[in-house]
């Protein structure tokens, strides 16, 4: 890890800190600066401002759960298998990460960080949709879809992940709701 590198990572790690301790409205470049025990400069120096550093947090954070869903995918034999393995590691990781977060406090910034992050993690999730999406079809196991549909459903897909995401951590169902509807959208394939 290059110097910079490490820095920008100290940065990110004290402002999950003080995010959670203060929420995402309270919380400024100087509360940031002191947790990481670095001056307001030097944060500024590496981000332009707070919506910057959330949207880098959000973003390391999604990179991470799909990673650990690419990797999840890796051990399953069918399409199927790997389409359940993926949405069931991003539901329960998108959870324990968003868990610390006071959501009913900090509602309103976190609409707006979302808002900022939903093309890119829609984007990253069709990425890795459509490969499993056409293995499914080459193998005859998804038949409701054919090749010109592969696109719009890796689409249709993401967005239902994005939905469901929201409301399943706002209303905090317990995880057999997430299984239910994982088969559901794999059976409807």
Do not use: C
């Not at 919380?27 to 002191?34: K, V």
């Amino acid at each position: 890890m290059t110097k910079d590198e490490r820095a920008r990572a100290e940065i990110l790690q004290a402002a999950e800190t003080v995010f959670q301790r203060w929420g995402l409205t309270k919380t400024t470049m100087e509360d940031i600066a002191r947790q990481a025990g670095k001056g307001k400069s030097t944060l500024y120096y590496y981000f332009k401002s707070k919506d910057a550093v959330l949207d880098a947090m959000a973003e390391d954070q999604i990179d991470r759960i799909l990673a650990l869903a690419q990797a999840g995918m890796a051990a399953q034999e069918t399409a199927r298998d790997r389409f359940f393995a993926y949405i069931a590691t991003i539901f329960r990781e998108l959870r324990r990460v968003m868990e610390p977060l006071n959501v009913q406090r900090d509602m309103g910034a976190v609409r707006a960080l979302v808002g900022r992050l939903v093309e890119m993690f829609d984007a990253k999730n069709k990425k890795a949709l459509e490969p499993i999406l056409r293995a499914g079809l080459e193998r005859g196991e998804f038949r409701s879809i054919g090749p010109k549909d592969v696109k719009a459903t890796a689409h249709a897909i993401a967005v239902v992940i994005r939905g469901l995401t929201f409301d399943l951590f706002i209303d905090n169902r317990d995880e057999r709701v997430i299984d239910l509807i994982i088969r559901m959208l794999s059976d409807g394939l």
